[in-house]
T-cell receptor
């Protein structure tokens, strides 16, 4: 089955540690996205990538980093510089130039203790 | 910049009631409009969309009409079911290859 995999579903880290969230897709999509979801604030775009080896900052990129070395993978690193990292993180992918075809993964809930 | 304003929740209805969730937007040009649904513990799924003025998107008994004159895209369903309980997001895309989401509306249907 084609889809997007995010792992793990729940992740706990101590304050001050970097943590990397995984996102893999087998839909052959060129574009991939990372969103952060907080209660009462909807989804906010962190980073997106339209093609391998290229990515752009979204609306709230500070304290996060990404890489896009393979078409299928778009890992997100939450660094210690992110002031409020506890949130639900959603990854999505779409055909290039067609953001309205975004498919979403099941999400990872990160809790920083 | 682009923005989406959604009716604040939570919304609680009895089964078979009529549902309306309001959504208005601000955007440059002529955006495409979407409703996404998020069931508990899951990612988002596209529910319906409309790409130009006066278009009506529909799916699973839900409908929304793109109203350019009122910059609105309200979600409606004539008779809701318990299985419709979820969070609903209105969103737009205005040609910059990014989606802008509203804050979401939590809907709970009581049997």
């Amino acid at each position: 089955d084609g889809g997007i995999t995010q792992s793990p579903k729940y992740l706990f880290r101590k304050e001050g540690q970097n943590v990397t969230l995984s996102c893999e897709q087998n839909l052959n999509h060129d574009a991939m996205y990372w969103y952060r979801q907080d209660p009462g604030q909807g989804l906010r775009l962190i980073y997106y990538s339209q093609i391998v080896n290229d990515f752009q900052k979204g609306d709230i990129a500070e304290g996060y980093s990404v890489s896009r070395e393979k078409k299928e993978s778009f890992p997100l690193t939450v660094t210690s510089a992110q002031k409020n990292p506890t949130a639900f993180y959603l990854c999505a992918s779409s055909r290039q130039g067609m953001p309205d075809t975004q498919y979403f993964g099941p999400g990872t809930r990160l809790t920083v203790l | 910049g682009d923005s989406v304003t959604q009716m604040e929740g939570p919304v609680t209805l009895s089964e078979e009631a009529f549902l309306t969730i309001n959504c208005t937007y601000t955007a440059t040009g002529y955006p495409s409009l979407f409703w996404y649904v998020q069931y508990p513990g899951e990612g988002l799924q596209l529910l319906l969309k409309a790409t130009k003025a006066d278009d009506k998107g529909s799916n699973k008994g839900f409908e929304a009409t793109y109203r350019k004159e009122t910059t609105s895209f309200h979600l409606e369903k004539g008779s809701v079911q318990v299985s419709d309980s979820a969070v609903y997001f209105c969103a737009l895309e205005s040609g910059n290859e990014k989606l802008t989401f509203g804050t979401g509306t939590r809907l709970t249907i009581i049997p």
